[in-house]
């Protein structure tokens, strides 16, 4: 039966951390998989997370399965979270037509409304962005979907190409589905303004094209709620939208899979039909959701003190990101890069796009043991002063030529 079977190539993020660990030299960096780390390079559990864990241990009385959409006291603290803008979100939600399902991380979300998107026929094909994080196409596609592309980053400024997207999103027919980062695009921490994001929903919302919000950073950017800005933006001009949160990065919960599918609808009764639907794919899917990363993120939004220890940290994450990002700047000027590095300081959240090709990042990885992706990606929240300048010698060398 397998004997055809060809073998998969290896995945362009993942992938990569496995030749990392073969790497025998002792001081190479990793920079490749989106993962947080510390001023010491770890990446330790949240306080606050361990806090809550030692509650639940007191207080989480079986191991029984939970409903087949997660525990409605995640649904609402989700909905609080990411839906409460005070304006178009929270009226969705008041009015019943917002549907919020538990998922097994972001990945699992886009994959369970690829899949809602397919079996009710209610869209053929979703828009990603040129470039975007290099599992979306996989996931859509896997699902069923066609995936097609819109234009983002200008690669010779290494800011966004906001005239190229806004007329490819002209021709999106309607009925189609775009897919945008809501904050901390992936993979080149490049996001439109609020007055562009004005623009992208006015301009969905005119043609009946339904976005669909990855939405995997919130607090990493700008800010917890600030992030979150351009939900309420798209919600004012869209009735209709899908967000796939994730709390891998903010919670740094990676390894409980532990993320949100919220549908935004236009009336309550299509809702219902949505839920009932989520729900029908989800029994076919993983049946009913692991919980115990999903009661964490309850217990401590839940918990007034948590939550504003859960905001410190966050907002400590944020300021280490952006302080290494401005001494990586300082790095390279003192070994006089002549090139504008300086949109490694406008970006967002935990990545750079470096500006290098591929066969740049490969020397990088050959001659100094620097992982960054092939695409020029970099995790910037990897970065450490004990790596910075090995990194800043290994970019200034393979810019020089
Ligand atoms: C990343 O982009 O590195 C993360 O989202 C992790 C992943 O699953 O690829």
Known sequence: MFEKVEPAPPDPILGLGEEFKADPEPAKVNLTVGVYRDGAGETPILDVVRDAEAKLLETVATKSYAPIAGDPGYEAAVQDLVLEDGGPLSAARAEGRAVTVDTAGGTGGLRIAGELLRSTGAATTVWISDPTWENHA?????????????????????????????????????GDVVLLHGCCHNPTGVDPSPAQWHEI??????????????????????GITEDAESL???????PEMIVCNSFSKNFGLYNERVGALSVICSEKSVAEAVSSRLKAVIRATWSNPPVHG?????????????????????RSMRDRIRSMRRLLVEALEERGVTRDVRYLVEQQGMFAYSG???????????????????????????????????LADALAAVWAG
């Open 138 to 174: 996989s996931v859509f596609r896997a699902a069923g979907l066609g995936v097609s592309t819109y234009p983002y980053l200008d690669r010779t400024s290494g800011r966004l190409a906001f005239g190229e997207m806004f007329e490819a999103l002209e021709k999106v027919p309607s």
């Open 201 to 222: 929903a006015a301009l969905l919302g005119s043609r009946d094209v339904v976005p669909l919000v990855d939405f995997a950073y919130q607090g990493l950017g700008r």
């Open 232 to 238: 309420s933006i798209l919600a004012g001009s869209c």
């Open 294 to 314: 999903a009661h964490i993120v309850t217990t401590v939004l839940g918990d007034p003190e948590l939550r504003s220890r859960w905001e410190d940290e966050v």
């Open 356 to 390: 290098l090709d591929v066969e740049q990042a490969r020397r990088l990885r050959d001659e100094f043991a620097v992982y960054v992706l092939d695409s020029g990606r970099m995790n910037v929240a990897g970065i450490t002063t004990e790596n910075l300048d090995r």
